[in-house]
């Protein structure tokens, strides 16, 4: 896709909420193809995520407890960027104040948009290597049980269906990507139109 398209035109930003770390707008905008609308779009600072390694290839994990869909979680370490924060340093912070543990080795694997329908919000991915124990000091909000899982078999709960949050299923492809390859796409059937 060509990237010097042209872009939306603003006309008018009404800000709705306004909260610690993101805020809430609707947007009168022209778009690109000449349509006017109004976008509704959650502006956030940013995230990281961190897919961190034990010495034996298993991952740290937690059990987290998500009130908007009010249901326990299993998923990766992750977090909000504090204003002014490298995405690097917040995936520092955010993988000891909820696993208890420091890496002295992280490997960024790229940034991801995870809602581009409606938020601006890029998320940074991380592996984390050669973990050491640190303090856990989880937010009053944070409600998590920390677990170890094989890389393998984290493959096999987001296939069939333990894994759902969309954050750890993508970042734990992206380690298996980083760390195996592409896998070998599946032969293509030659269909005939009819």
């Known amino acids: 896709m060509d990237s010097t398209k042209r872009k939306a035109k603003v006309h008018r930003i009404q800000k709705h909420y306004q909260g610690h770390l993101f805020s809430f707008v609707s947007e009168d905008v022209t778009l690109p193809n000449g349509s006017r609308a ?10 990281t995520a961190v897919v961190p390694f034990l010495d034996d290839n298993t991952v740290v994990m937690e059990i987290q407890y998500r009130h908007a869909v009010g249901e326990y979680l299993l998923e990766i370490p992750a ?38 329908a409606y938020s601006d919000e890029i998320t940074h991915v991380y592996i984390a290597r050669d973990l050491i124990p640190a303090p ?13 899982y094989p ?23 992206k380690a298996w990507f980083y760390l195996f390859g592409m896998p070998n796409p599946p032969e293509r059937r030659r269909t005939r139109m009819r």
Request: with cysteine.
């Open 38 to 47: 109004e976008m509704a779009v959650v502006r956030h600072p940013g995230s």
């Open 79 to 116: 977090g909000t960027m504090e204003p002014g924060e490298l995405p690097l340093d917040c995936a520092k912070r955010e993988l000891e104040e909820e696993t208890g543990f420091a890496a002295t080795r992280l490997i960024e694997l790229g940034p991801v948009h995870l809602l581009p």
């Open 136 to 148: 856990q000091r989880l937010d009053n909000d944070e409600i998590l049980e920390v677990v170890h």
């Open 151 to 173: 890389f393998e078999q984290t493959i096999r709960m987001i296939a069939d269906g333990r894994i759902t949050d969309a954050l750890t299923v993508l970042s734990l492809q």
